[in-house]
Nanobody, 126 residues
Framework: QVQLVESGGDSVQPGGSLRLSCVAS????????MGWFRQAPGKEREGVAA???????NVTDSVEGRFTISKDTAKNTLYLQMNRLKPEDTAMYYC????????????????????WGQGTQVTVSS
């Protein structure tokens, strides 16, 4: 049973920083690609950042230069460092993994992730 538990969401002022964590159990994150997604009220869920089994990364254009995805395989934990936060970053953030090993080396698509955490809320406002 794959389980993902996010933490680190908070309310922060514009320009602030947060680090989200995702602790995985039931599988080794080093074997599969991992990603962070977000969904704001009334909007579709979008991919934010992804990392594959070789630690290659991809981030969406709106957060490039501000967000960094990383992982600690020893702790089986995924991270999202978010800097210079903007009000438009406000959303529920989800950790996810694609458990199909055949896509473990891809960070170019967002539509086949099949295990999800419960989400952690990030609110950016003054």
């Amino acid at each position: 049973q794959v389980q993902l538990v996010e933490s680190g969401g908070d309310s922060v002022q514009p320009g602030g920083s947060l680090r989200l964590s995702c602790v995985a159990s039931g599988y080794a994150i080093s074997r599969y690609r991992m990603g962070w997604f977000r969904q704001a009220p009334g909007k579709e869920r979008e991919g934010v950042a992804a990392i594959d089994s070789f630690d290659r990364t991809n981030v969406t254009d709106s957060v490039e230069g501000r967000f960094t995805i990383s992982k600690d395989t020893a702790k089986n934990t995924l991270y999202l460092q978010m800097n210079r936060l903007k009000p438009e970053d406000t959303a529920m953030y989800y950790c996810a993994t694609d458990t199909d090993w055949r896509r473990a080396w891809s960070v170019q698509d967002w539509d086949k992730y099949d295990a999800w955490g419960q989400g952690t809320q990030v609110t950016v406002s003054s």
